[in-house]
């Protein structure tokens, strides 16, 4: 029964090859994240959806593309990976996607580009 | 004790030690400031959070001050505990037309000795 869940845990690929994260709430939340920690830690939002509509929308490579099929569904496609690409992505939700709510966030996805 | 460089900040306490965690933040705007833990191989979990208009909050153990005359945000811990162990992260939500995003501080690595 957890909150947000995100697949795979760990993703080792090579470089140019396409991969997608797939993320999942059952917290009935209209609003879902993306981010990225890169290898010092630093947490930075890719993409924002409410409702299945995008919000938020980052300065990422036009090769990120995020989909949200319904409102407890998050994807993020990866095409043409590059070594810069590996970090940890990172899942989250929050209720309306207003100004003063926390994000409840999931264990991550692995990504590492070889 | 605590110290800033190159690398995420460290503090090192002693088990049943108060520990505090500072935090700057640039943005005059934000409005909300919340605390997340993140455990080793998981993602960040919310601790506690602040609305600008106050400026200190109590939950269980923790304590968060909010100074916004020097935009600076801190977290108390009372009587560390070795499961205290893990990377701290602050995060402010501009607000306006910010919608959800949180923007992350740098992180703070503590480390509780038994």
């Known amino acids: 029964d957890t909150a947000v869940s995100q697949t795979p845990k760990y993703l080792v690929t090579q470089m140019g090859n396409d991969k997608s994260i797939k993320c999942e709430q059952n917290?009935?939340?209209?609003?879902m994240y993306w981010y990225k920690q890169d290898s010092k830690k630093f947490l930075k939002i890719m993409f924002s959806y409410n409702n299945k509509e995008l919000i938020i929308n980052e300065t990422v490579p036009n090769r990120f593309s995020p989909k949200s099929p319904d409102k407890a569904h998050l994807n993020l496609h990866i095409n043409s990976l590059e070594l810069g690409d590996s970090a940890v992505y990172f899942c989250a939700s929050s209720p309306r996607g207003t100004t003063n709510e926390k994000l409840f966030f999931g264990s991550g996805t692995q990504l590492s580009v070889l | 004790g605590e110290s800033v460089g190159l690398h995420l900040p460290t503090l090192s306490v002693q088990e049943g030690d108060n520990s505090i965690i500072n935090c700057a933040y640039s943005n005059s705007a934000s409005d909300y400031f919340i605390w997340y833990k993140q455990e080793s191989g998981k993602g960040p979990q919310f601790i506690i959070d602040?609305?600008?208009?106050?400026d200190k909050r109590q939950g269980q153990r923790v304590t968060v001050l909010l100074n916004k005359t020097v935009k600076h945000l801190s977290l108390q811990i009372a009587a560390t505990q070795p499961g205290d162990s893990a990377v701290y992260f602050c995060a402010e939500n501009a607000g306006g037309t910010s919608y959800g995003k949180l923007t992350f501080g740098q992180g703070t690595i503590l480390t509780v000795h038994p």
């Open positions: 917290l009935g939340h209209d609003t």
């Open positions: 602040i609305r600008s208009n106050m």
